[in-house]
């Protein structure tokens, strides 16, 4: 996966996220293209990173606890920022080589 492609799955991570409608675990991974173990990675990792999310039961879906987001979170990130135009938001993303990097690692 490239660096376009990893911006683009936590961009659908937020998107779903955001509107509380990812599912369970494994509906969310299946809807990433991602294993559950890999999904499960991924958002240790953000949450590591100061992304408070939780799994909501009564839902059924992962949400936001406050309001730093996953795109707020790409947005602040510093040191090592490169600027791409992500199209599907029309938008500038600043994006940290540190969380592509442990993304790929996930995945690799």
């Not at 090592?80 to 938001?89: A, Q, R």
């Amino acid at each position: 996966m490239n660096l376009q492609a990893h911006i683009a799955l936590l961009n659908r991570m937020h998107s779903q996220i955001e509107y509380k409608r990812t599912g369970p675990p494994e509906v969310f991974a299946q809807k990433l293209g991602l294993s559950e173990r890999s999904l499960y990675r991924i958002v240790r990792m953000l949450r590591d990173q100061g992304v408070h999310m939780e799994y909501n039961e009564i839902r059924q879906s992962y949400m936001y606890v406050d309001e730093y987001t996953i795109l707020k979170y790409l947005r602040t990130l510093g040191g090592g920022k490169i600027f791409l135009n992500y199209f599907s938001h029309c938008q500038i993303l600043a994006v940290s080589w540190s969380i592509i990097v442990k993304v790929l690692l996930i995945e690799g």
